[in-house]
């Protein structure tokens, strides 16, 4: 059962969600595999298919996982120092950010009662190489990883990109026995059922901002 969105409301309306993840209701398995299931069919680079989903519902190893991502979180040399444009665009509307910073809050309070927590893989480790290997890699797992994201707004689910396992990634291998030296992991998804499924567009920085013709 989806909820009927236009291809358009779906892109438009595919937010991060933190404080409307209801914390309370399952998501069934077959819900997730089915988003799975859409996730694989994203474009890859030279067809290489190394994509990996690991779903972890379990309590005991839900929390663990969230214990190994708070971790990653609290690690001040995880996060890259902000620019001033950073900081402009970030507060393109008023008061968002003190929204993000809110949920966020609550997400890391409350990480290990969401119903599902996925962490997409990729085999194979770009630690240190080149950016155009790199490029192929992530370019592979990324599309894939919003697909899963797109298939979940599309199902009444809410997910929110977060790497606190990515700054904390060798705990996180341990705990859900991931082959650290041979699979990367690219981000930890919350998943869960959403507070109401009226989400809207966000406020954005303008199109001129960002979009160039013929150069830069």
């Known amino acids: 059962m989806t909820l009927g969105l236009s291809s358009d409301q779906l892109l438009s309306t595919t937010r991060a969600v933190r404080h409307r993840l209801d914390l309370t209701r399952p998501?069934?398995?077959?819900?997730?595999?089915?988003?799975?299931?859409?996730?694989?069919?994203?474009?890859t680079g030279r067809n290489r298919q190394r994509w990996?989903?690991?779903?972890?519902?379990?309590?005991?190893?839900?929390?663990?996982?969230?214990?190994?991502?708070?971790?990653?979180?609290?690690?001040?040399?995880?996060?890259?120092a902000l620019r001033a444009s950073d900081v402009r665009r970030m507060n393109v509307a008023p008061g968002v950010m003190d929204r993000v910073f809110s949920g966020a809050a609550h997400?890391?309070?409350?990480?290990?009662?969401?119903?599902?927590?996925?962490?997409?893989?990729?085999?194979?480790?770009?630690?240190?190489?080149?950016?155009?290997?790199?490029?192929?890699?992530?370019?592979?797992?990324?599309?894939?990883?919003?697909?899963?994201?797109?298939?979940?707004?599309?199902?009444?689910?809410?997910?929110?990109?977060?790497?606190?396992?990515?700054?904390?990634e060798r705990a996180a291998a341990r705990v859900l026995g991931i082959p650290y030296g041979e699979v990367m992991q690219a981000a930890l998804i919350p998943v869960a059922h959403t507070l109401?499924?009226?989400?809207?567009?966000?406020?954005r920085v303008p199109r001129a901002e960002v979009l160039h013709w013929d150069a830069w």
């Open 27 to 43: 998501v069934a398995r077959e819900l997730l595999e089915e988003c799975v299931d859409l996730a694989v069919q994203a474009p």
């Open 107 to 168: 997400l890391h309070r409350h990480l290990h009662e969401v119903p599902a927590l996925v962490v997409p893989c990729v085999e194979g480790r770009t630690d240190g190489a080149p950016v155009v290997h790199q490029a192929g890699t992530w370019g592979s797992i990324l599309p894939a990883v919003w697909s899963f994201m797109l298939a979940a707004r599309a199902r009444g689910l809410g997910t929110v990109w977060t790497t606190g396992n990515v700054a904390n």
């Open 196 to 203: 109401g499924t009226d989400f809207r567009p966000a406020r």
């Open 52 to 80: 990996h989903f690991v779903v972890v519902t379990d309590p005991d190893r839900r929390a663990a996982l969230a214990d190994a991502w708070r971790a990653g979180v609290a690690d001040p040399g995880a996060s890259p």
